[in-house]
């Protein structure tokens, strides 16, 4: 603490920073195991909002490009889709930050 002559006030600020909640990426890869229509009913059943449309046209770039990002958000979340994916089967990445 500094020393300050009598009836000055030191004030000491405080900074403030903002950081951002960390974000992931959900990435399938392609696999000679899982079926099409496996990995559109696992994506449907466990990614929020997915479309059986979006879900095939995921499961056919996993297929074409052996790998599709097929969430990106906050990390918890992302740790859990994960998890879940992976428990029915499919065959996941490692989580990369987005």
């Known amino acids: 603490m500094s020393s300050s002559s009598p009836g000055s006030t030191t004030l000491l600020e405080r900074q403030r920073t903002t950081q951002r909640y960390p974000e992931a990426r959900v990435i399938v890869l392609d696999d000679d195991v899982n ?3 496996h990995v559109v009913d696992c994506l449907r059943q466990i990614i929020p909002g997915m479309s059986e449309e979006k879900a095939w046209t995921l499961a056919n770039r ?3 490009q052996g790998a599709a990002e097929v969430w990106c958000g906050p990390l918890e979340q992302a740790e859990l889709y ?8 499919l065959t996941m990445a490692p989580l990369e930050r987005c």
């Open 62 to 64: 996993i297929d074409s």
């Open 82 to 89: 994960h998890q879940q994916l992976g428990s029915e089967g």
């Open 35 to 37: 079926t099409f229509q």
